[in-house]
């Protein structure tokens, strides 16, 4: 079943701008990924932020977990061109076992 | 070096036919997973082999067999294809247990005709 759903499902913005994407999920996890698919590629992972964390960086990106909210959001700050691709979140779930259950998916265009 | 390769990138076939798709991982990764993603996006994951040990086997028509000769290959092999079977199919794999991001294949593209 989906575990996580992502909001908005598409968001179109300029280069340079900002770009934040929503993740919502269900059950309690250990984990929650994103990553990010570029036009007929495969996943690539982004980040990995652990159920005790609320917060992690890496380059541009910015991931905030809330487990009490049981939500997270991506942001992206001064998106490229080369940004322009879905993003997809995945909860590693306690009743999961060993598997990533992957959202619906944000399709993100950035126009130069 | 590609970390996770597929083959085929493309498979265009008969409705009935038996088609296999092969995966090899050189990440030295213990855990490797068969994904499938519709048209819409969305990815389901289908089968789990760690260390060549099947551990997940969802919901998937007995038409879908995988098979892990060893812990680097993760095959799948699918029997009397049919149309709703078009997808891509994607292949990850991980070093196992928990906190660890999966590195995926760039796909197979299954169209059924």
């Known amino acids: 079943?989906?575990?996580?759903?992502?909001?908005?499902?598409?968001?179109?913005?300029?280069?340079?701008?900002?770009?934040?994407?929503?993740?919502?999920?269900?059950?309690?996890?250990?984990?929650?990924?994103?990553y990010r698919q570029n036009s007929g590629r495969g996943l690539v992972h982004l980040i990995l932020i652990r159920s005790n964390e609320r917060e992690k960086h890496s380059g541009r990106l910015r991931v905030t977990l809330d487990t009490s909210k049981k939500s997270s959001s991506l942001l992206i700050t001064a998106s490229r061109a080369a940004d322009t691709a879905s993003y997809f979140?995945?909860?590693?779930?306690?009743?999961?076992?060993?598997?990533?259950?992957?959202?619906?998916?944000?399709?993100l265009r950035v126009k130069s | 070096d590609t970390a996770v390769s597929q083959t085929p990138k493309y498979l265009v076939t008969q409705m009935g036919n038996d088609k296999s798709i092969k995966c090899e991982q050189n990440l030295g990764h213990d855990t490797m997973y068969w994904y499938k993603q519709d048209s819409k996006k969305f990815l389901k994951i289908m089968f789990s082999y760690n260390n060549k040990e099947l551990i997940i086997n969802e919901t998937v028509p007995n038409r879908f067999s995988p098979k892990s000769p060893d812990k680097a290959h993760l095959n799948l092999h699918i029997n009397s294809l049919e149309l709703g079977d078009s997808a891509v199919y994607f292949c990850a794999s991980t070093p196992g247990g928990r906190d660890y991001g999966y590195t995926f294949g760039s796909g197979t593209r299954l169209t059924v005709v």
Request: contains cysteine; glycine residues 12%.
């Open chain 1, 1 to 34: 079943s989906q575990q996580g759903e992502e909001d908005p499902q598409a968001l179109s913005i300029q280069e340079g701008e900002n770009a934040t994407m929503n993740c919502s999920y269900k059950t309690s996890i250990n984990n929650l990924q994103w």
């Open chain 1, 89 to 107: 979140c995945a909860t590693d779930g306690m009743e999961y076992g060993n598997k990533l259950v992957f959202g619906a998916g944000t399709i």
